[in-house]
């Protein structure tokens, strides 16, 4: 076997494949060749390394080197000047703003100074397709000893010492959880793990999917083996090709090693895992509806009890958790309980991942141990706001939470901290808004989602979501009332209260927030009939100014519904009759001209 | 290959650690100067050498690495050692045949292969 003095790393998760880096690694391999480099050089596909912004991502080993932004006309630079010739390429490194230097090392970058990876351990370290690679890295190491030297209430034990609770954003102890569906007696028992990840912006369970999968396959043989079970379905959705393609590879070398199938390592334990592809609907996410849409239903939830617990899948009792909680499972087993419990807050334990997005400068995947602030991750992990403009909120988890102002920006990050600002832990989805958002916008944004959403089989859901989208549709039109704000609000609150699942229960959540902190943008549009952010088409105009006017005709030329008039010696004017506030003319005009108002 | 025991998958967690060592940390450096000076004085021959020792060696805990031109191009090829805890200690005009000895003195035993020396870096 060769022994490979350098490995490079090429990022292979979705956001990065989309960037092109399937190409660079294929261009990496040939230029490897050309130079006689590829005995001594090993290319190696990961998952998501998380800085996303910066993608696609290289990382060149032994030095550790963190190349950005790779085109595949990069290739042959790193190729020639740092395998062959030992130089770093310095115009790929990252450089965090003019004045800094440019960063070197992966350990060096503010992105990650603050994390503390346990459940993205591997992501971006190892090749997911590989599973020698994940038992390198103490891979399997925690089933061997769960099924060598633990009875299944010794890891119910540690599961409850570490305080870990679920990630999918109920947050409910995942020991007490396993302790429940252990207890119940039955002839066939079911471990299933959550992965229809919906919320617009979030990418968390599709990144550990994608770069570290045995690790959520580890995790369901351990819950496994303390509840009794022998069967498991990961529920994913099939908008994520990539993690069912590296589930599948994972779960067929697993069954090879006979770390998954019949007779586990030579014991008693038997476990096998299947792979159920869901169509996309938002509401497969809550458990009951997943159970449901796994059996061939329509996916639609049911009033509990009985708890999955008890009468799960099948009507057999069935353990539900999230990508998240079960790739926490194997280092929780190995460190014990106590290490993990010593991470986080007095009632929050451990990490937490959020995928950071909206207006924010490092967009990606963030693994934080709980108790650390919003401020800091928005501005130490996330580098701040793009442009450096002003921050305005956060919501945090996604359509089912609600929004956090600059006043919450110290808030801890802990399920019960969250809770009483008015949002939620959520699954970790993290959207950052800054002042140019019209919170009325967005909280009708997330309503469209989830009212799109709602499978129909409640009544406050189906009718209330519907009516409150078009409360707020009027008032971004300048046709609301004052009374409509009341109405709102009644409404929201008699849909969180009496919906059947948690997509109706959380459905209102953006709504209620935005009202509780932003009521003064719902009056200016209603009272002022103006959108103070300048977002909502229907209460802004585009105008040209006459006196800055070059008269180059760009505006009328990009037009797209040739609203625009003017010729050489007159300047142009917008018909607002006609307009429709695509705000095409202000991003063209060399002469900054046209103002929105 | 099935795993039926503690030892089946400790067996493959050690030669999957040796396949990904190049990516671990904390261990020993070899470094080679890989600028147009030390690649005309045949560094290219030396980093070969030095890969082909280790392998028939077995050193697994040992990362080769290039570095670009530090201005010494008359002593080229350069090829500095950098045990953990110890300063770097550098080689200069060093041949293929230098490279077995280098790396069984000095690497294994711990021994500076004196007659090659040209300086140390705390």
Redesign the interface.
Known sequence: ???????V?VCGGTGCVAGGSQIVQARMKEELVKKGLDK?V?VVQTGCHGMCELGPIVVV????TFYTRVQPDDVKLIVEE??????VVEKLLYKPSEKMESVKHYNELPFYAKQHRIALRNCG??NPDNI??Y????G??AL?KVL?EMTPDDVINEMKTSGLRGRGGGGFPTGMKWEFCKKSVSDKKYTICNADEGDPGAFMDRSILEGDPHSVLEGMAIGAFAMGADEGYIYCRAEYPLAIKRLKTAIAQAE????LGRNI??TNFSFEIHIKEGAGAFVCGEETALMASIEGERGMPRPRPPFPANKGLWAKPSNINNVETWANVSPIIINGGAWYASMGTEKSKGTKVFALTGKVKNTGLVEVPMGITIREIIFDLGGGIINDKAFKAAQIGGPSGGCLTEAHLDTPVDYESLTAAGAIMGSGGLVIMDEETCMVDVAKFFLEFTQRESCGKCVPCREGTKQMLLTLERITRGEGTMEDLDKLEELAVMVKESSLCGLGQTAPNPVLTTLRYFRHEYEAHIREKTCPAKACAALIQYIVNPDLCRKCGLCAKNCPVTCISGDRQTPYVIDQSKCIKCGTCLEVCPFKAIRKE | ??????E??RK??A??????S??S?GKT?I??????CG?AAGARAV??AV?EE??KRGL?DV??????CIGMCQQEPLLDVIRPGEPRITYGLVTVQDVPRIVSEHLVNGRIVEDRLIGRAD
């Not at chain 2, 290959?1 to 503690?6: A, E, Q, R």
């Not at chain 2, 470094?31 to 147009?36: A, D, V």
Request: charged content about 25%; glycine content about 10%.
């Open positions: 076997m060769p022994t490979y003095r350098s490995h790393l001594e090993l080993y032994p030095e550790g740092h395998l062959y010739k030992g130089r370290y190892i020698e690679e038992i390198a890295r103490d399997y190491q061997a060598k090879e090693y006979g770390l390592m030579g | 290959m099935k795993i039926t025991s503690l089946d998958l493959i967690k030669s999957a650690t040796d396949q990904t190049a990516r940390e450096r470094i080679i100067g890989l600028g147009t690649i980093m070969e890969l280790l392998s697994k990362s080769v690495e290039g570095t670009g």
